[in-house]
């Protein structure tokens, strides 16, 4: 639980709104141990969103470092290594109609390689986990939003990340699915001894976790 | 498969849908090569029956000197052993006037040597009534329909031809009698450029006439049909003396089939724009998706794809419409022309106007011949043009940063 995966130092990111600026983060701090999770809390646009996205290398910032296992990351390879290094969970799911279940699963590993069978019995496993097996043929539009987001969450674990971000998880359920699917995230990730950041508005969510931090006036704490 | 290439497949047919948007930007494409397809070989069609009444009415090769060929019979032994030649026939040709019942015309008159001209080409075909042509003598001609019609001549009638050697003989105070031919036959081709009005009559007659004693003014050859035509000419050209010279039907014809090609030509450009606009709707299809797919296009990014590999997602998906499009448009094109006939007679019994079509148009069943050039023409273009519609969509969504799209709710 020591070695440290992620490592972000002195992130700084500001928005141009007009002619004014908005300085959302000025100079956040973090590290993450391998298997540990972290939860960040914070009011509505304090920026959790907005630190997500540079964790991610989605987004460049302004000043400070992030490493991934140790290794500084560069706009230039952040994309290459983001499939390996990474998976995400949105508030939205953002699952692709047109596809199944099983084959949004599958996504995640084919934008590395042409899938094999290993990867879709990896796949079918990890909706088995989520314990979707019963609707891998069915369309995002056929699922629950429970459903949705528990098939990204298998996407989100397909490639075996190191680390797992999610962004308000529950944003768009109901109280009792979302604590299921925090309870199945959770799970998981310790199972699969994969860090986990988890951003949510939910203290009971958050007190499920190693470690809670507070995102407040562009600082962590 | 690549991701982005399976992805491509996938928007295009969803699973468990129609897929209403591919279908309608394929059927843009398909409509647009079909018509390139029917429309350019109908013309095609065209051109090919022209070449068949050129051919059959006077051979591919027309050897000529820029005077007469005066030892024919050396000529035609020289023509006639060359390996691409199957058979010659000499002519004389040249404008008369021509009086019938008091009227006057100034056609073409074609002298034939009635026992080799059927060698060559095809002529007793078009001559009625049958037989006509191969009882051809010295004192009887076969006008072409559009005499017939303009003199209004009968069968049987007498005509009188005066030969451009009577100037001559006026300025020498000679008196010069017009010759007289009976009316045997007519001859009717069945294309407006063919028809127009021509004697045909025998060589000797045509000789006489144009006091050319034993020389012709030329020489109609038919190639064996295996022999390349070009390869063919260029053989016969190198056996022949200097001062004769083959040329091959499209030689001859060349202003001709000039505009022929032009019309073609016209016609291909104009038709085109149907698969330009097809592919503007293909593009604004293309836009719409990329819009609606903003936040999974972010998603990709967050996944790890690349900003190129999105590009060529909506590249591909265009190239797909392009190459469905012009699969069923070629398909539709072909089996359209295979019942063209029935279409075009349906359409006429139906207005009854079977009648007019048959006057007003050359061919009475519509001909269609598609080069294998004009073919691959509209394969290329069509898909080319597709596949370019897609790349204004996909420059937009590779430029969609993944941060900006998953912000978009
Ligand atoms: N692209 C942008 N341009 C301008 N302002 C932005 C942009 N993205 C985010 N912001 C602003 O930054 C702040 C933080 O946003 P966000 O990170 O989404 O907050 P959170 O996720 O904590 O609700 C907000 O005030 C938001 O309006
Ligand atoms: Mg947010």
Excluded at chain 2, 53 to 64: C, N, Q, R
Excluded at chain 2, 83 to 107: D, I, R, T
Aim: charged residues 20%; glycine residues 8%; neutral net charge.
């Amino acid at each position: 639980m020591s070695e440290s995966i992620l490592s972000a130092r002195g992130l700084a990111k500001t928005y141009l709104s007009g002619d004014r600026r908005i300085e959302v983060l000025r100079g956040v701090d973090l590290d993450v141990a391998a298997g540990e999770s972290v939860a960040i809390r914070g009011e509505s646009g304090s920026g959790k969103s907005t630190l997500l996205n540079l964790l991610a290398g989605l987004d460049a910032a302004e000043a400070g470092r992030l490493e991934w296992t140790g290794m500084p990351v560069t706009t230039a390879d952040a994309t290459r290594r983001r499939a390996i290094f990474l998976g995400m969970v949105f508030q939205a799911f953002y699952l692709i109609p047109e596809i199944d279940a099983l084959a949004n699963v599958l996504m995640a590993s084919r934008i590395l390689r042409a899938p094999g069978a290993a990867d879709r019995a990896r796949a079918r496993d990890l909706l088995a986990r989520v314990g979707l097996t019963e609707r891998s043929t069915h369309l995002p539009a056929q699922l629950s939003g429970g459903e949705r987001q528990r098939v990204a969450v298998a996407r989100a674990l397909m490639n075996t990340p190191k680390l797992l971000l999610a962004d308000e998880p529950t944003g768009n359920l109901d109280e009792h699915t979302g604590d299921a699917v925090i309870e199945l995230l959770l799970s998981l990730c310790r199972e699969t001894g994969t860090a986990l950041v988890l951003v949510t508005h939910n203290i009971a969510h958050a007190e499920k976790t190693n470690r809670q931090l507070f995102l407040h006036e562009g600082v962590l704490r | 498969m690549p991701w982005y290439l399976y992805l491509a497949f996938k928007q295009l047919f969803p699973t468990k849908r129609f897929p209403f948007f591919t279908a309608i930007s394929v059927l843009g494409v398909a409509l647009g090569v079909m018509v390139l397809i029917i429309v350019t070989s109908v013309m095609g069609g065209f051109g090919y029956e022209i070449r068949r009444m050129i051919v059959e009415t006077e051979g591919e090769v027309t050897v000529k000197t820029t005077t007469t060929i005066d030892d024919v019979p050396a000529a035609l032994r020289e023509i006639r052993a060359s390996p691409g030649v199957a058979a010659a026939s000499p002519f004389v040709k040249g404008p008369v006037m021509l009086m019938a019942a008091g009227h006057p015309a100034f056609p073409l008159f074609r002298g034939l040597e009635v026992g080799s001209v059927e060698d060559v080409t095809k002529l007793s075909r078009y001559v009625s009534p049958v037989g006509a042509l191969a009882k051809l003598d010295d004192d009887s001609v076969i006008l072409s329909a559009q005499l017939v019609q303009t003199l209004g001549a009968h069968l049987g009638d007498e005509i009188e031809i005066y030969s451009p050697l009577l100037i001559e003989n006026l300025k020498n105070d000679e008196v010069f009698l017009p010759r007289r031919f009976r009316v045997v036959g007519q001859l009717y081709i069945g294309h407006q450029q063919l028809d127009s009005s021509t004697v045909y009559g025998t060589l000797r007659a045509a000789q006489e006439i144009y006091g050319l004693g034993r020389n012709v003014h030329g020489i109609n050859v038919r190639l064996k049909p295996d022999a390349p035509e070009e390869a063919a000419v260029a053989v016969l050209n190198a056996r022949l003396p200097a001062k004769l010279r083959g040329y091959l039907w499209m030689e001859s014809w060349a202003d001709f089939l000039w505009v022929l090609n032009l019309e073609k030509s016209i016609n291909f450009f104009l038709l085109l724009f149907i698969v330009i606009i097809a592919a503007f709707s293909v593009m604004s299809s293309l836009l719409i998706s990329v819009v609606r797919k903003t936040r999974e296009i972010g998603l990709l990014g967050a996944l790890g794809a690349s900003a190129r590999q999105v590009a060529l997602c909506f590249c591909a998906q265009a190239f797909v419409i392009g190459v469905s499009g012009t699969t069923l448009g070629v398909a539709a094109g072909f089996g359209v022309l295979a019942i063209r006939n029935d279409l075009v007679h349906g359409i006429a019994n139906l207005l009854q106007r079977e009648e007019t079509l048959r006057q007003f148009y050359q061919f009475s069943d519509l001909p269609a011949h598609t080069l294998p050039r004009d073919l691959i023409l509209i394969i290329v273009a069509a898909i080319a043009i597709s596949t370019l519609a897609g790349l204004f969509p996909a420059w937009r969504a590779a430029r969609l940063k993944p941060v900006e799209a998953l912000r978009n709710e």
